[in-house]
């Protein structure tokens, strides 16, 4: 832990969430330089991040647009000053949402997923009249939502007839959130996908838009199969990522800053639990989270204002008042448990950002 960053804890109380700006805008630029080098469009998914200030920079990083999860996301950023938003799942739009998506149309070129019939004749009564672009949700593995790629053209036939303009397609590749799990899920999107875009081109449909992609899934995304990628822990990378492979510890952008309250031996406990870190923990990760300096210390419980760390019998040793670096097993939740991101660069606070999206769920 740096003295610059030591200094900060003197002034902000321990747990706070601090973002590296030079790492992270590392990782923009890396990202950013990939796709256009593959010829995707760059759509990322701010779930991750929920700032405003992280989207315009991701858009002056050559981002098409954004991807949002919620509607009530898409209208915060809406409301930023982001008028290129695909809301990528399957709505069901009825009732005051319905009413929020038509608005949300006036003032933005809105995307919206479907992968049903009724589903898009509910989207399309609710929207009639406005430009809103359709994409049909395809299932590639991860069987969240979405349809057999053979039922894509039987969907946007549905929804054209119901009076939606279905520009494509896209899908999630979500099983590669697994150790040895990218490459397939990479070649199960790509397979999905094309059998999806001949389906809707036999039955005389154009696809403009074939999108994909994750933070796991990006580098090897096929460029035959897709037009757009749409990542979104890249730009802060996680535990997860790292203990994944599809990035190095160095590449890892948020951390929460925490301090050492007591200790026995090896055993510390850190102020920091899962109201900051989130609880998410795979079964196949090796704890409730990471300190990135201590590479061989492990957080082997989590309660919900402490984590428990064992550090190796033959490394460092922690006492109490001693400030650590943790970095979340999923970044996304830990972002949603915060207020405000402290901005740091080269260990001193530069700016705190407020985490405008937290909370809009719906």
């Known amino acids: 832990m740096s003295a610059a960053i030591d200094l900060i804890t003197g ?3 321990t747990p706070f969430v601090a973002v590296d700006l030079d790492v992270m805008e590392r990782n923009l630029a890396s990202m950013a330089g990939a796709a256009r080098a593959r010829g995707f ?22 981002a098409a647009g954004l991807t949002v999860a919620t509607v009530g ?11 290129d938003l695909f809301i990528a799942y399957p709505i069901w739009a009825s009732g005051g949402r319905g009413n929020r998506l038509r608005a949300l149309a006036e003032r933005a070129s809105l995307r919206v997923g479907i992968d049903s019939e009724e589903g898009a004749q509910a989207l399309a009564k609710a929207v009639a009249g406005a430009d809103v672009e359709a994409l049909v949700e395809i299932d590639s593995g991860h069987h ?13 036939t549905a929804a054209a007839r119901a009076g ?21 899920a990479a070649g199960d999107e790509a397979g999905a996908l094309s059998e999806a875009r001949a389906s809707m081109r036999k039955a005389g449909l154009d696809v403009e838009v074939s999108s994909g992609g994750s933070t796991p899934t990006a580098a090897l995304s096929d460029a035959e199969a897709l037009t757009e990628i749409r990542p979104g822990v890249y730009v802060f990378n996680d ?3 790292a203990e994944l492979g599809s ?6 952008a948020l951390t929460a800053i925490s301090t050492v309250v007591s200790s026995s031996g090896q055993r510390v406990v850190l102020d920091a639990g899962s109201k900051i870190l989130g609880a998410d923990q795979p079964a196949w990760a090796t704890g409730g989270g990471r300190l990135p300096d201590h590479p061989d210390a492990r957080v082997v419980a989590l309660s919900e204002h402490h984590a428990t760390v064992v550090l190796p019998e033959d490394g460092v040793s922690l006492r109490p008042g001693d400030v650590v670096r943790v970095a979340p097993n999923h970044v996304c939740a830990a972002v949603n448990l915060a207020d405000g991101l402290i901005v740091l660069a080269k260990g001193a606070q530069v700016d705190r950002w ?8 719906a």
């Open 11 to 13: 002034e902000l109380d």
């Open 41 to 62: 469009a760059l759509r990322p998914h701010a779930k991750t991040h929920k700032c405003l200030e992280i989207a315009r920079r991701q858009v002056e990083h050559g």
């Open 73 to 83: 996301e898409a209208e915060i950023f809406a409301s930023g000053g982001f008028t």
């Open 144 to 156: 969240r939502s979405g349809v057999r790629p053979e039922q894509a053209a039987e969907v946007a």
């Open 164 to 184: 939606l303009r279905v520009v494509g397609i896209f899908t999630f590749p979500g099983h590669g959130y697994g150790p040895g799990r990218r490459g397939q």
């Open 239 to 241: 535990t997860q990522q």
């Open 247 to 252: 990035c190095d510890w160095a590449d890892i």
């Open 354 to 361: 407020h985490v405008a999206a937290r909370g809009a769920n």
